[in-house]
């Protein structure tokens, strides 16, 4: 408020100090200078006088409420306003940004990057300054960059930018390569993601506690905990373990002894990108295309899931997809768990009988 007093004092005259029968020529001028009229306007948006928050400003919050200690989200978000920074410049109030920055950005950043990617940032980007919006109170302030798009949703990627499911052929020379060459934690976590069609991340940071295997249904848990985030609510969810599944993790506990985490070597920051590149090594040596990689496991038991008939309900029950249905969070955990380990055995069946 010291500069509204400011204005106060310079301008606002002393009428006490003012005769009644002064001439209107006496009266000293009261005319603004240019300065101050640009510095008035400017409290008028701004009344507090506080300095108007700025992207860094906005970006410096979300690192402390949003991120917290996650190294890899604090990587990940000063990657991406290092590129907003450079199309914009220079820092920038979040309430002078226009829709035609928030496009300057996208363009820096199609730049050499897939549209994939770009989307990925610019989700980060719409983060940072909603959650600006909300927590410096800027009221009436809009988000340039909500619905913007890398590329339209209607125009495909090229094939060669997607993933594809491995073959029945392909898994069978991986996992005898896995057998062979790879270390006993590695063999588990592959055959539990053949099994189960979670993501690497999602088994790489099970812990002990996290598999079940005096259940009914023998099963893990995916959750979100200190040492590994989960993807979204959705995801959150118990997957059964039957078969290699199964027999993978009895001894991947036994393996663990005392330790909280199921994969000691994985379970850490930046584990799943060890267990990705260490696991690649191996898909790479026995599959030249590059549209396959370990995440193929996971296609490939959405496609098994299909052809056994399961429902598209069911399916995301197992794999931790979001229906879009208001009713996808109804049932408790015992019956979805229940549900999914009869789905489960039917899409494993259905590859055993085409493999014999």
């Not at 363009?107 to 050499?112: E, K, N, S, T, V």
Request: one cysteine or more; a neutral charge; hydrophobic letters at 40%.
């Amino acid at each position: 408020m010291k500069a509204v007093e400011a204005l106060v004092r310079k301008y606002v005259p002393d009428f006490d100090s003012v005769d009644d029968d002064d001439d209107d020529d006496d009266l000293p001028d009261f005319r603004p200078t240019e300065a101050d009229t640009a510095l008035a306007r400017a409290l008028l948006l701004n009344p507090s006088g506080t300095p108007a928050p700025t992207l860094e400003d906005a970006k410096r919050l979300y690192l402390k409420e949003r991120v917290g200690d996650d190294e890899t989200k604090q990587m990940e978000l000063e990657r991406v306003f290092k590129l907003v920074m450079e199309a914009l410049g220079k820092d920038r109030k979040l309430a002078s940004l226009k829709r035609e920055d928030a496009k300057d950005v996208r363009d820096h950043m199609l730049a050499g990057r897939k549209a994939s990617s770009v989307d990925r940032y610019l989700n980060v980007v719409r983060a940072v300054i909603n959650h600006a919006i909300r927590e410096f109170d800027l009221a009436g302030a809009t988000n340039p960059f909500m619905n913007l798009e890398a590329a339209p949703k209607d125009r495909a990627e090229p094939d060669k930018d997607k993933r594809r499911p491995f073959t029945l052929d392909e898994v069978a020379a991986i996992t005898a390569r896995i057998a062979y060459h790879a270390k006993t934690d590695l063999r588990h976590i592959w055959t539990i993601l053949n099994g189960t069609g979670c993501r690497l991340a999602e088994v790489s940071g099970l812990r002990v506690a996290d598999v079940h295997l005096d259940h009914a249904v023998p099963h893990i848990t995916v959750e979100w905990h200190d040492d590994r985030r989960i993807k979204n609510k959705v995801s959150r969810r118990n997957v059964p373990l039957i078969g290699d599944a199964l027999e993978a993790a009895k001894e991947a506990v036994t393996a663990a002894g005392k330790a909280t985490m199921l994969f000691p070597a994985y379970g850490r920051p930046r584990g799943p990108a060890s267990a990705s590149a260490a696991l690649g090594k191996h898909v790479r040596a026995c599959v030249s295309d590059p549209k396959a990689t370990t995440h193929s496991l996971r296609h490939l038991m959405k496609d098994r899931l299909r052809l056994a008939g399961v429902t598209k309900s069911d399916q995301d029950i197992i794999l931790g997809h979001s229906s879009g249905s208001v009713g996808e969070d109804y049932g408790g955990d015992e019956v979805r768990l229940a549900v999914a380990g009869r789905a489960l055995e039917k899409a494993l069946a259905s590859v055993s009988k085409s493999v014999s």
